[in-house]
C-alpha cells in the first residue's frame, strides 16, 4: 500500500487548481501546468488540499497512486516556486555561451556543439563553465539537463566533460598508476 499516495497536497494561496474528470490543471505565478490523470484515480479538492484516491483496489491503480501524487505534487510546487539544475563544465579550454534560444557548447570536439534551448526552459551561462538551467516543469527540467550531459559525459581519468553540480565522478587509476 502506497503511504505516499495517501499523502494529501497542500495547496498554497497564490496557486489556482481546476480539475475538470480525469485532467488537472494547476496555475501560479510562473505559469501554467496540466497533466491527464489515468481514469482508474480519482482526484479531488478539499480545504486547498488535493487528495489522490483509488476508485478499486488492484496493485496497479495502488502502484500509480504514489506516483500520480508526486506528480501532481511536482506541478504545485513548480507553478509557486520552479526549479533548477546547475551543470558543471570541466576541462582545458571548454566553455559555454547562450545566444538567444541556442547553447552554444565549446568541449573538445573540432566544431562548437549548438543545443535549441526548449520551449518551457530557460538557461542561463555564469563565467564559462557553469550551466544553469530552469524550469516549472520538474520533467522537462530533467530532460534538458540530461540531453545537455549526454553531449559529453565526464570521464572516469581526468574528469573532463559535463556533469551535474551536486554529481560525484569516482576517478580510475591511468596506465602510469598500473606499472610496476
Known sequence: MSRIGKQP??????????????????????????????????????????????RDNSKRTNAFRGMTRSLINNMVVGVSKGFRKTLIVEGVGYKVNVAGKKLTLNVGFSNPVEFMIP???????????????????????????AKIRQIRKPEPYKGKGIRYEDEHIIRKVGKAGAAA
Open 9 to 54: 497536497i497542500l495547496v498554497p494561496s497564490d496557486v489556482k487548481i481546476d480539475i475538470k474528470g480525469q485532467r488537472i490543471f494547476v496555475s501560479g505565478k510562473s505559469g501554467k501546468l496540466e497533466r491527464e490523470i489515468l481514469p482508474e484515480l480519482q482526484i479531488s479538492l478539499k480545504d486547498q488540499e488535493i487528495i489522490v484516491e483509488n
Open 119 to 145: 520551449d518551457g526552459t530557460s538557461i542561463n551561462v555564469e563565467g564559462n563553465n557553469k550551466i544553469i538551467v530552469e524550469s516549472i516543469d520538474k520533467e522537462l527540467l530533467g530532460l534538458t539537463t
